[in-house]
């Protein structure tokens, strides 16, 4: 089926689809705000002044480019393919969630919306969106679902510091789907003033193009540093996947070189075949409408969304952005699944062999490298994500790992 397509870069059409997925599943009174953000972001697309804008705080504030590092003891270790990290777990705030939220952001002062909402399940984003709009002036409501204000206490004080409300969602099962539902009805209720930031390459048309967009400074980089550093296209991409933005950003630029194999790695929990505990949409979901968009889920047998399970918080998404879906049905990637044990073991081999504290969801990524890089010639050339750092994870890690740690409190 790949041959048959000219172009994979060229999606979604006109209706926001990428193949079968995709779309815009809302209710009508979102609409006209849906239509007036895509004609917004049409504009500042082809705008040289909001792109200059966008560089310049990428470099100031975020800190980039970051990094493409060769990880020469991972190599080492694994014994085959050359692998390289693209760092952008050293962007400010520690994960590649700040990319696309500054370009949301000056999006939303462009269309002179001061109020700015947004979704957060394990946190990340809300401090990512926090952040900015601190940075900028701009009233912050973060809705986070009640159960992961109480598990995620660390994450709602940095929101809380940077002058950010966050609102416990209690409705449903107090998680992230409907601290998305939430979020969509306040935009509904405040049209005027209000922007909806959301963190990952879902929701209804345009958002998952529009983050794909802003996330996709991470492949750009990557292709100049790899040519500037092997003379030629890497042979592999993997990155991990929770909604799928990091791992779109990684890939985009490169769908067309079909040389290039591209692999996206989702939350196996305590593995895919039990029922249910993993966060794998793909491996493990089917197609259905979430959040204004078709996608592969998590669902039961009557299309009741499920939660998912995974050791790392921000893998939790009950489902994928569309494109991935696509990707996944036109056989363009490759989508694998790494369960909790595996990525736990990861974490541990990047710590100690490269001196590294990786998020637990790159390790994900980092499972699978560890699986297949052994099999591939020593000039197959791999570069993997490391979206994020492990800062935050430590305790969890350390609950994994059957250690106490003193907390001085
Ligand atoms: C949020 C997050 C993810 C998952 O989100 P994607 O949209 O799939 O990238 C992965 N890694 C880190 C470090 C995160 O903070």
Known sequence: ????????????????????????????TLMPLILDLEAEYEKAKVDPEFWAEMDDLWKHYVGRPSPLYYAERLTERFGGAKIYLKRDELNHTGAHKINNVLGQILLARRMGKTRIIAETGAGQHGVATATVCARFGLECIVFMGAHDVARQSPNVFRMRLLGAKVVSVTSGRGTLKDAMNDAMRDWVTNVNNTFYCIGTVAGPHPYPA????????????????????????????????????????????????????????????????MKMEHCASLTGGRPGVLHGNRTYLLQDDDGQILEGFSISAGLDYPGIGPEHSWLHDTGRAEYVSITDVEALAAFQICCESEGIIPALEPCHALGHVAKIAGDLPSDHLMVMNMCGRGDKDIFTVAKALGVEIDTGG
């Open 1 to 28: 089926m790949t041959d048959l397509i000219n172009s994979f870069m060229a999606g979604p059409d006109e209706r926001g689809r990428f193949g079968d997925f995709g779309g815009r599943f809302v209710s009508e």
């Open 210 to 273: 529009m983050v794909r967009d802003f996330q996709s400074i991470i492949g750009k980089e990557v292709r100049e540093q790899m040519m500037e550093r092997e003379g030629r296209l890497p042979d592999s991409l993997i990155a991990a996947i929770g909604g799928g933005s990091n791992a779109m950003g990684l890939f985009f630029p490169f769908l067309d070189d079909k040389d290039v194999r591209i692999i996206g790695v989702e939350a196996g929990g305590k593995g895919v075949n």
